[in-house]
C-alpha cells in the first residue's frame, strides 16, 4: 500500500526558507514520477516541482524556478522541496503526489493523469 506523507509547512515572512517532505512508503519504481502541487484558495491546482526515476531529471515550475528546489533521497524513500525566498504568492496548501510513468515529459509537465497517489498536504503561510 502506498502512502505518501508531507511535512514541513508552516508560517514564515517573506524572504524566508522552508523544507518540505514527502516520505513515500511503498513506493519505489523505476519509473516513478513524485511531484509537489501546490493549491490556494480560489485558485486552481498547480505542479510545482517533480523528479522522475529516482533523479535521474527533474523539473520546477517557472514560478518557482531559482527558488524552489527538488530532491530525492532514494534511501530514505523521501522527496523534498526546498524552498527559498518565499514569497506571499507562495501561501497555499502543498501535496505530495506519486504516479509511474515510462514517459519523463509527463513527469515534468505535472501531466496529472499520471498521479495515482496523493497526501494529504501540509499548509504553506507566507506573510509580507
Known amino acids: 500500500q502506498v502512502q505518501l506523507v508531507e511535512s514541513g509547512g508552516g508560517s514564515v515572512q517573506a524572504g524566508g526558507s522552508l523544507r518540505l517532505s514527502c516520505a513515500a512508503s511503498?513506493?519505489?519504481?523505476?519509473?516513478?514520477?513524485i511531484a509537489w502541487f501546490r493549491q490556494a484558495p480560489g485558485k486552481e491546482r498547480e505542479g510545482v516541482a517533480s523528479?522522475?526515476?529516482?533523479?535521474?531529471?527533474?523539473a520546477h515550475a517557472d514560478s518557482v524556478q531559482g527558488r524552489f528546489t527538488i530532491s530525492q533521497d532514494n534511501a530514505r524513500n523521501t522527496v523534498y522541496l526546498q524552498m527559498n525566498s518565499l514569497k506571499p504568492e507562495d501561501t497555499a496548501m502543498y501535496y505530495c503526489?506519486?504516479?509511474?510513468?515510462?514517459?519523463?515529459?509527463?513527469?515534468?509537465?505535472?501531466?496529472?493523469?499520471?498521479?495515482?497517489?496523493w497526501g494529504h498536504g501540509t499548509q504553506v503561510t507566507v506573510s509580507s
Open positions: 523528479v522522475y526515476n529516482g533523479g535521474a531529471n527533474w
Open positions: 511503498g513506493f519505489n519504481d523505476r519509473n516513478s514520477c
Open positions: 503526489a506519486a504516479g509511474r510513468t515510462r514517459n519523463g515529459g509527463t513527469c515534468n509537465a505535472f501531466n496529472p493523469k499520471i498521479f495515482d497517489y
